[in-house]
């Protein structure tokens, strides 16, 4: 079974609706994180938590939020989906040092019209 | 500030030929370096880190990369590619946050093809 699983993989919904990306994790780890890809972008921080009580906002935190509901649960939420939000979405973990491997899910594919 | 630059956007190299993806990272301390490969429809796979010492560091599936302090550059290379190889790559640096924690910054990827 995967370490890091995202769920959805793809969805595809319009413009104005709120949207919940969720993430979960076997690996144990304190860290997570939430990055989106865009082609030409690489793979920019949305959002990262380093415990149930940490959230920290990352570089491109505007119209995103998050909720770290266990150690191994992580969700990413779109409260007012706009087209420019259309990316490839991917959650991370790492363990307590932070600055060891990064651990990464399958990824979700969202798509706003 | 804190910046990863991968200069190719795409590359294209025949099966059996080497390969070098270069990567140069702007950042005041000492830096944290990973090479993270994506496969078409997947997530992002480690190939290898360097965090100290000796300043050529193998990884998996064959690949090596070289830390150079005086070129602020991490490029990654393998003597013979193979046409599994074909992916988009990624250079990423650890930064230290104010908290003293560490996170990623992501270059912008390379796309890797290989011809038969």
């Known amino acids: 079974d995967a370490d890091v699983t995202q769920t959805p993989r793809n969805r595809i919904t319009k413009t104005g609706k709120r949207i919940m990306l969720e993430c979960s994790q076997t690996k144990g780890h304190d860290r997570m994180y939430w990055y989106r890809q865009d082609p030409g972008l690489g793979l920019r921080l949305i959002y990262y938590s380093f415990d149930v009580k940490d959230i920290n906002k990352g570089e491109i935190s505007d119209g995103y939020s998050v909720s770290r509901q266990a150690q191994a649960k992580f969700s990413l939420s779109l409260e007012s989906a706009i087209p420019n939000q259309t990316a490839l979405y991917f959650c991370?973990?790492?363990?307590?040092?932070?600055?060891?491997?990064?651990?990464f899910g399958p990824g979700t594919r969202l798509t706003v019209l | 500030a804190q910046s990863v630059t991968q200069p190719d956007i795409h590359i294209t190299v025949s099966e059996g030929a080497s390969l070098e993806l270069r990567c140069n990272y702007s950042?005041?301390?000492?830096?944290?370096l990973f090479w993270y490969v994506q496969s078409p429809g997947q997530g992002l796979q480690l190939l290898l880190k360097?965090?100290?010492?000796?300043?050529l560091v193998q990884g998996i599936k064959g690949f090596e990369a070289e830390f150079k302090r005086s070129q602020s550059s991490f490029n990654l290379r393998k003597p013979s590619v193979h046409w599994s190889d074909a992916a988009e790559y990624f250079c990423?640096?650890?930064?230290?946050?104010?908290?003293?924690?560490?996170?990623?910054?992501f270059g912008t990827g390379t796309r890797l093809k290989v011809l038969a």
């Open positions: 991370a973990t790492s363990d307590r040092t932070g600055y060891d491997e990064q651990f």
């Open positions: 990423a640096v650890g930064v230290r946050t104010t908290s003293g924690t560490y996170k990623y910054i």
């Open positions: 950042y005041g301390a000492t830096p944290y």
């Open positions: 360097y965090f100290s010492g000796d300043t």
